[in-house]
């Protein structure tokens, strides 16, 4: 009898003892159009996120990449990088449907932006890339969304259409690269 209460005491230690459960996910790195985004990649200047539910860097629907280019120092540089991309992008069979250059003004330096769909068999993907001096040096951050299917084409015009502007616009008006 004695053991049974002495086990019951102990029971209620037993059990505030074991590691409570947390959230697989880490903390989201940023936020970008409503949306929080994780860190899941990095290489050198390269660093991708997508958002919760996302982990698979082969079949992803939103991804914000952020590519530093640390020797990249003035708008001229700047520019240049965009224009390099711009020949990639259209190398690459994308077609082009924004290119943007805002001037620099007394406060902030030129930026670019370029927006690029890709037709693929199994899927359709969509890029908003905007370039930008932060803090002195160049970067490019982008937003991709995609969709996997064989009407994939169509279905990114609709998407497009309902979402292009929203998504250059949030994209244009970051304050600052997300920490990565």
Request: aromatic share 10%; hydrophobic share 40%; with cysteine.
């Amino acid at each position: 009898m004695m053991r049974n209460c002495l086990l019951l005491l102990l029971l209620p230690l037993t059990l505030h003892s074991t590691p409570i459960q947390t959230n697989s996910e880490p903390k989201p790195a940023f936020t970008f159009a409503k949306t929080e985004y994780f860190h899941r990649f990095s290489k050198g200047t390269l660093h991708e996120f997508t958002p919760k539910g996302q982990t698979d860097l082969q079949k992803w629907t939103d991804m914000f990449t952020v590519n530093d280019y640390p020797t990249v120092k003035t708008g001229e540089g700047l520019a240049e990088i965009a224009n390099k991309v711009l020949t990639t992008y259209k190398a690459n069979e994308g077609i082009i449907l924004q290119t943007r250059s805002v001037p620099k003004t007394t406060t902030k330096p030129a930026e670019h932006l370029i927006v690029v769909l890709f037709h693929q068999a199994t899927f359709a993907e969509v890029a908003f890339t905007r370039f930008v001096l932060m803090k002195g040096t160049g970067l490019s951050m982008a937003y991709s969304h995609r969709i996997y299917n064989k009407k994939a084409s169509t279905e990114m015009d609709f998407w497009i259409t309902k979402n292009g502007g929203r998504i250059a616009t949030a994209l244009m008006a970051i304050p600052s690269a997300p920490k990565h």
